[in-house]
């Protein structure tokens, strides 16, 4: 039992997950032939838990594919171990993101009972508001390791490279349980009838989706899109699940406002009409906005050496993000009015006197 144990430390130091898998499950067979079978189960259950997406993961970082012409990466591999996210979804979709993790557990019993089976899903929604991040739950959730296509790389200036790299990031896929996500995928999946698109992009397409139709058969895969008005038509088909991802609206936003300030001092609650204001202002925001701006805000506070953020800062932040950054004094001294902050505030905010931020107000 011994030689085992320092088999596993060195597979764990040497960063060896398949040698600590090998010698972890020897272990257990010697710790059940001495008569110490939970502890033989409960090794089990670590390997089982984690050492199949521990195993995929070194494989996947050994073998990732490149590009002929530039021999860089053509995927980015996510490890789900690493990571522990919160996710804020409007109720329809958190359900729908809950069926379709429940429909990847759940994959054998459906196989078993002779069901057709295809795990596919198709994100689509304006940027930012949180398809790549709902791709990384999934693959939190299922403890898949979940492998990126690198539109950058990609798409290769050779002609015929670009189908030829499709095809590798699908056969690697294939090779090891991981889930694929295709991102931005409108860039290579743009309807064939586009009279700008040139014979070459459109020979891309037709390789597309037959890789799609072999891989979806035994594989999970998942596509996200800004501008599903560019897809092809006979992409829709391909995915037995499709999500329209939206705004958080205003539940989402208070527990974005929870989630991105950390540990860092805020007093939203002290005020709750003005945060019902600054709530109403970020729901039109995606989620992305909304951690910009609450980093934006920190950030500034740590500079003046302060250790909490107020609403007031928020709605300053807000206002310079929609002007990115181009506005004058007397526009955010009425913005700050407008929304509902004492006259006093605003001067202390802005470093003025209180008779500029009044005269400001009389002459606009």
């Not at 710790?31 to 494989?59: H, V, W, Y």
């Not at 996210?85 to 409007?90: F, K, R, T």
């Not at 057709?116 to 403890?143: D, E, F, H, N």
Request: with cysteine.
């Amino acid at each position: 039992m011994y030689s085992e144990i320092i088999k596993i430390i060195e597979g764990g130091l040497k960063k060896e997950p398949s040698k600590v898998i090998q010698y972890a499950r020897k272990l257990a067979d010697k710790a059940l032939q001495d008569g110490n079978p939970q502890l033989a189960k409960g090794i089990r259950n670590i390997i089982d838990n984690n050492g199949i997406t521990t195993l995929s993961m070194e494989q996947l970082i050994t073998t990732v594919p490149v590009d002929a012409e530039t021999r860089m990466s053509i995927v980015d591999v996510f490890n789900p171990s690493d990571t522990d996210l919160e996710i804020v979804l409007p109720e329809n979709i958190e359900r729908k993101v809950a069926d379709f993790v429940k429909l990847i557990e759940n994959k054998d019993k459906i196989l078993s009972l002779g069901l057709p089976l295809q795990s596919t899903l198709l994100l689509y929604g304006l940027p930012g508001v949180g398809k790549t991040t709902i791709a990384k739950y999934i693959s939190i959730q299922t403890k898949l390791p979940l492998v990126t296509a690198r539109l950058d790389t990609l798409v290769s200036s050779l002609l015929g490279n670009t189908s030829k790299n499709i095809r590798r990031v699908f056969e690697y896929a294939d090779s090891k349980p991981c889930i694929l996500f295709l991102d931005e995928f409108d860039a290579i999946a743009k309807a064939r009838d586009d009279q700008h698109e040139m014979g070459e992009l459109k020979r891309v397409i037709n390789s597309l989706l037959q890789n799609i139709d072999i891989y979806v058969q035994n594989n999970i895969l998942i596509a996200a899109t800004n501008h599903p008005e560019l897809l092809d038509k006979a992409i829709w088909r391909r995915f037995n699940n499709v999500i329209e991802v939206v705004q958080p609206g205003i539940d989402g936003v208070y527990k974005l406002l929870d989630i991105y300030t950390g540990s860092f001092n805020h007093d939203f609650v002290s005020d709750k009409r003005k945060l019902e204001k600054l709530v109403q202002l970020l729901s039109q925001k995606t989620p992305s906005d909304i951690r910009t701006i609450v980093t934006n805000a920190i950030m500034q506070a740590v500079i003046r050496g302060r250790d909490s953020i107020t609403a007031d800062d928020l709605l300053i932040e807000n206002f310079q993000f929609d002007r990115h950054g181009c506005f004058t004094s007397d526009e955010l001294i009425k913005y700050l009015n407008d929304n509902g902050v004492p006259q006093l505030q605003i001067a202390d905010l802005l470093n003025m006197s209180i008779r500029q931020i009044r005269n400001n107000l009389k002459e606009n």
